[in-house]
T-cell receptor, first 115, second 109 residues
Framework: ETGVTQTPRHLVMGMTNKKSLKCEQH?????MYWYKQSAKKPLELMFV???????ENNSVPSRFSPECPNSSHLFLHLHTLQPEDSALYLC??????????????FGPGTRLTVL | GEDVEQSLFLSVREGDSSVINCTYT??????LYWYKQEPGAGLQLLTY?????DMKQDQRLTVLLNKKDKHLSLRIADTQTGDSAIYFC?????????FGAGTTVTVRA
């Protein structure tokens, strides 16, 4: 148990659906992250939020829309996805962003399958 | 991923030591990390080492850092079946973590 939870753990959706992934951290951290993990590829950083402001957006398609309503919660809203978006989506948090205290703690991930 | 390289597979006999190697490119990295991922799970932080250290030991885990060669290794003593997993090396440079592709460790009886 890392103090970072994600729901749902598994999600199957069609290309026309709209769904959201949720991440919650109970560590009092100020920074939160979304990563995509596809088979045979290194982890891809998607978004970074620090103190509820987005500080990094790594050329992610607009069909992925992040939201950070407060420092404990992070969402990833999904719409009109493609089959190649099927992957494990990992959330992480760290005390701060960009400093010596940015050790990241990961949640268990959401396994997304797009049909 | 391209800044951090790891071998993809390692097979080790139960009870032996495992050594997983990693090379990185960013000499400004402050910390270097080892994460473990078991099937169907997220990444679990195993250990990390500050860049001004050469070695860190934590129970069965020993991390060695050669900063001159930008080489990091993780040694697992007395490898157990529960150590079968993917191990990721990561460095924190340029305001983000860069991960290697992961080394799949298989422990055989």
């Amino acid at each position: 148990e890392t103090g970072v939870t994600q729901t749902p753990r598994h999600l199957v959706m069609g290309m026309t659906n709209k769904k959201s992934l949720k991440c919650e951290q109970h560590l009092g951290h100020n920074a939160m992250y979304w990563y995509k993990q596809s088979a045979k590829k290194p982890l891809e950083l998607m978004f970074v939020y620090s103190l509820e402001e987005r500080v990094e957006n790594n050329s992610v398609p607009s069909r992925f829309s992040p939201e950070c309503p407060n420092s404990s919660h992070l969402f990833l809203h999904l719409h009109t996805l493609q089959p190649e978006d099927s992957a494990l989506y990992l959330c992480a948090s760290s005390q701060d962003w960009g400093g010596a205290t940015d050790t990241q703690y990961f949640g268990p991930g959401t396994r997304l399958t797009v049909l | 991923g391209e800044d951090v390289e790891q071998s993809l597979f390692l097979s080790v006999r139960e009870g032996d030591s495992s050594v997983i190697n990693c090379t990185y490119t960013d000499s400004s990295s402050t910390y270097l990390y080892w994460y473990k991922q078991e099937p169907g799970a997220g990444l679990q932080l195993l250990t990390y080492i500050f860049s001004n250290m050469d070695m860190k030991q934590d129970q069965r885990l020993t991390v060695l850092l050669n900063k001159k060669d930008k080489h990091l290794s993780l040694r697992i003593a007395d490898t157990q079946t529960g150590d079968s997993a993917i191990y990721f090396c990561a460095e924190n440079g340029d305001y983000k973590l860069s991960f290697g592709a992961g080394t799949t460790v298989t422990v055989r009886a």
